[in-house]
């Protein structure tokens, strides 16, 4: 017998995107204020782990067709990549540059390389985390 | 490179190929390719005799390793030269004899090519080199060849246990000898012992001196089977015969006499190296030919045999030292002759321990057994082994006109004149060698009768006999004919030897005894009129044949010895005794319980800790650095504390992991407090998963069982706890305490959005200025997922049966 949780799975669909959204600030405050590529990463899994407990796995992942393990090697991939680039430049292995740029929408904003390699980490993080606690939970 | 370095060479080369000659030619017996190699070598050497007369003989170097001085120096000079020539004389004969000795198709010949090969160049290299490192390679070389060759037979057990048991004692020996060569270099600074004897004049006062001397004396002694090291002799007989004639009576055996008299003209003259010397020798002389008489084994006797003659020579070696007491200018004293009788002897002993060896392998390969209490009665069946036994065992005991008879006399004229001396206080201990050189050689001598006529004569038992004895094949008789008529020869005409290897030889072990271009005077002669020594032998032969005579009558005085004290046993049991005690010892401490694992390392810990923090006053407090503490930091710390000390009282795991839960959020409230945001928010995700993380683990455990009392309580887990929690906040206290230079904070929080861009300070760090560490991090957690994700996945279906290993017996 199945039991009937609707207020929680309305309630996940609506709290999630607030989850992500605030993980997706995290991640982009990281730079001036708390937050950053771990905890904005630990974040959207925390999003994600919501809706696996609301529904369950199998529904999590039709939606999210996604092998968080790839994600985990994307994330790993992206980060020495980043590392990697500064020899382009003649510069020592992870060496870092910013500089200010005028956006449309945006206006004058700052773009750093050591947000690339925050994206790295994150990836990583959300893969770790989901690779976890997705093969925790799938096991029987 | 010169012809002496692939003299060495030459028989690792051939070595190689020997199993080759055997898998490609079958046909042909092994050795016959193998005999031309010592053959060669041989003549070689024997040209080389005028080179060494006249001069300082052959030297050639091949650098090895230039930067720690050792080189691959060959010397050839007369002590050299005669080891040479009895290396590879006696070596072709050994050949020739196991060509007949050995079956081609039941026998594994091409490995005992092999190994005696090895052998022979190794053997080569240890009396050639003149460098001490590598001559000590070559004599490791020489102990791991007769390992090999001892157990030749390996599926026998007694093999195995006696090439182990040479293996462990000569080894010893050779890490002795090499911590020895190690001191001499300290002292002398180069390992080329030519240039240390150049130096030997002044090392006598030095501290070294002693040590040096006593570890290289060890490693003689053990190779020559001295006392007590001789008890691997007798089990080595359990190698082919042809081995034992080589090996263990002409030449490895004698690497420990080459060592003693090579090393003495750096030692000579010390009164350490003189009673050492002669009285190991002279121990050893005595046991070995009393022990002989015990057994009934013809290997067996002449193992016992060998030590004792090994004794005597060194005795010699030892006496003659004394020579060099006296210094430059006195050649003529009287105990040079010793050093002529050692070397005499040691020629001779090669000559007839060889040939009964070989005439002991042709009666136990014509009737199936060694034992003397199966066999008798041989002289007419086997006629030629007879009169080669025969002069073989008379020139062992000493009766002319045989060679052994020659050195016996000298070696009594060396032990009279030992017993006149008046220093190295002998004036109270020199009567006893020549009361136990005379017993010795009166032991000797029924031995030697024993080997002979209990072999040869008395009653024909041919029913304790596997085969009909008969007289042996032509080719396994040639070698030991060779070998006797030298015997016989250097009996009669030992002043050919004297001129061509005797001097040269004792240049080469007493070289400060001569001035440039002078050179000893050795004439041998078979009568040196009524002297004492000849009464001696006189005596020798009364008493020796009475109580052969009356061998019956008094043997069974051995039974009276237990079995028990033996040096045999001795070792025995302490080899058994070092197994179990280091299994004793180890299965204490290695008790596979995590828990007394724990208890080791964190003890370690914390002694060594607390031992350095005030051995070394590293110890101090100092408030000044302290900022002042709100009452929230007070509070947050008393629930914390409260928490954590509750844990290991609580009796249920959920409370324990909601404790555990506890202290981490209120490490979280700490980070706020502390003001640490990132710090926050990162340790409030990660307490939550991991408190997550420990009841998804909780749930799946066994049912818990209902644990009333308190978990137990061991006093030194308090003692080591608070240990470690004390060590701990001292250490804190200290570092805090003794900061010595000021932090690099100030430059990240000046830099940080100047050079980075950012104002999130501790990103920063993370992202830019540390990013290695972070970059390193992400590794681990993805390393950490595959981890959980393999453990998960690749189960195996079934739990695989636990090694052996992981289930205690003795608990």
Redesign the interface.
Known sequence: MKINDVILQTAAKIVVFIILTFSIY?FF???????????GG??TA?GLVLLCLAYDTKTIRKVLPVDF?IV??I??LV??LT?LGSFLFGAP??S?T?DYFTLPLLGKT?L?T?TL??I??YL??V???M??IL??GE?R | MSLLHFAILIPFVVAAAAPLFYKYIPKVHTGWFVLPVPLYLFVYFLMQLSTVRTGDGVQATVPWIPSLDIAFTVVLDGLSLIFALLITGIGALVVLYSIYYLDKDKEAIHRFYLYLLLFMGAMLGVVLSDNLVVLYGFWELTSLSSFLLIAFWYRRTKSRYGAQKSMLITVFGGFAMLAGIILLYLMTGTFSIREIIAQAGALPGQDLFLPAMILLLIGAFTKSAQFPFHIWLPDAMEAPTPVSSYLHSATMVKAGLYLVARLTPVFGGAAEWFWLVSAVGLLTLLWGSVSAIRHTDLKAILAFSTISQLGLIMTLLGLGSAALYYGIGDAGNVYVIAITAAVFHLINHATFKGALFMVVGIVDHETGTRDIRYLGGLMTLMPVSFTMALIGTFSMAGIPPFNGFLSKEMFFTAVLHASQMDFFSMQTWGILFPVLAWIASVFTFIYSMIIVFKTFTGKFQPDKLDKTPHEAPVGMLISPVILVSLVVVFGLFPNILSYTLIEPAMASILPSLLSPGDYFEVKISMWHGWQPELFMTLGIFILGTLLYLSLRSWRSVYQLIPEKWSLNHLYDSGLKLLERGSLGITRTYMTGSIRQYFVYIFGFFAIILLYSLFKLGAFQITADSYAEISVYEVLLLAAMIFAAVAIPFVNSRLTAIILLGAVGYLMTTFFVVLRAPDLALTQMIVETVSVTLFLLCFYHLPKLKKEISAPKFKITNLIISIGVGVTVTLLALSANGSRLFDPIADFFIKESYNLAGGNNMVNVILADFRGFDTWLEVMVLGVASLGIYSLIKLRMAEPLPLEGGSKREDQ
Do not use: C, Q, W, Y
């Open positions: 995290l405050a990281g730079h001036n204020n708390p937050g950053g590529g771990f905890i630990l974040m925390g393990r985990t090697a994330g790993l980060a020495t590392g292995f992870l870092h910013f700052e750093a050591a390699f925050e790295g980490v990583t993080v893969g770790v985390s690779t976890i093969s925790i096991d």
